[in-house]
């Protein structure tokens, strides 16, 4: 069976510093993968999505970047942080648009 | 472009009364539609979903939903909420293209009272 794994689940940064977040997909190739974001308050923002290795699309410009190094993996990186970055970090994997599966979530507070 | 439209973003109903959360899409080519609920600090779990076939769609937990493309609508509804039903739920829709994202709404907080 397919899983998403998402890591870490809370995380807590001084303004000015880097991130890392990374997500796998286990059972499946190929997967289309997605990055949103949740503030306080809002819906689900998307920030990028990759339909293969290598190939990023984004959304939103901004402070972050991603970048999809194998097939299962995506990661989402910022230099320097601002404190607009806080939020709820989603990881998501879908084959073929029947449907979204997100892992569990980042929680993101810049301080 | 494709959009949804989640009216009222926060509903409250009684244990044991009827859930009824709205759901109103726009897509220019026959949609997938989704709902999917969020616990609080954790992701996203898909409830059900549209694709093609009946329009009277079940789900986990008793819910169900029902495709009107003359309405542009996919309503949520429960027949009898319970206590663990207060969660935040969010409507979706995507246009089936492989490639193409998935657009959700706002998100509509289910308040249960006892």
């Known amino acids: 069976s397919q899983t998403i794994h998402q890591w870490p689940a809370t995380l807590v940064q001084p303004v000015g510093s880097p991130l890392s977040l990374e997500c796998t997909v286990e059972g499946t190739s190929n997967p289309n993968l997605y990055w949103y974001r949740q503030a306080a308050g809002r819906g689900l923002q998307l920030l990028f999505y990759?339909?293969?290795?290598?190939?990023i699309s984004s959304e939103v410009p901004q402070n972050l970047s991603a970048s999809r190094p194998q097939d299962r993996q995506f990661i989402l990186s910022s230099k320097k942080l601002l404190l607009s970055d806080s939020g709820f970090y989603l990881c998501?994997?879908?084959?073929?648009?029947?449907?979204?599966?997100f892992g569990s979530g980042t929680r993101l507070t810049v301080v | 472009a494709q959009s949804v439209t989640q009216l009222g973003s926060h509903v409250s109903v009684s244990e044991g009364a009827l859930v009824l959360l709205r759901c109103n899409y726009s897509?220019?080519?026959?949609?997938?539609l989704f709902w999917y609920v969020q616990y609080p600090n954790q992701g996203l779990q898909l409830l059900l979903k549209y694709t093609t076939g009946a329009t009277l769609v079940k789900g986990i937990n008793g819910f169900e939903a029902e495709f009107k493309k003359s309405e542009t609508s996919f309503h949520l509804t429960k027949p009898s909420a319970h206590m663990s039903d207060a969660a935040e739920y969010f409507c979706?829709?995507?246009?089936?293209?492989?490639?193409?994202?998935?657009?959700f709404g706002k998100g509509t907080r289910l308040h249960i009272l006892p």
């Open positions: 998501a994997w879908t084959y073929l648009n029947y449907g979204y599966t």
């Open positions: 897509s220019s080519v026959p949609p997938y």
């Open positions: 979706a829709v995507s246009d089936r293209r492989r490639d193409d994202k998935i657009i």
């Open positions: 990759s339909v293969g290795i290598g190939q």
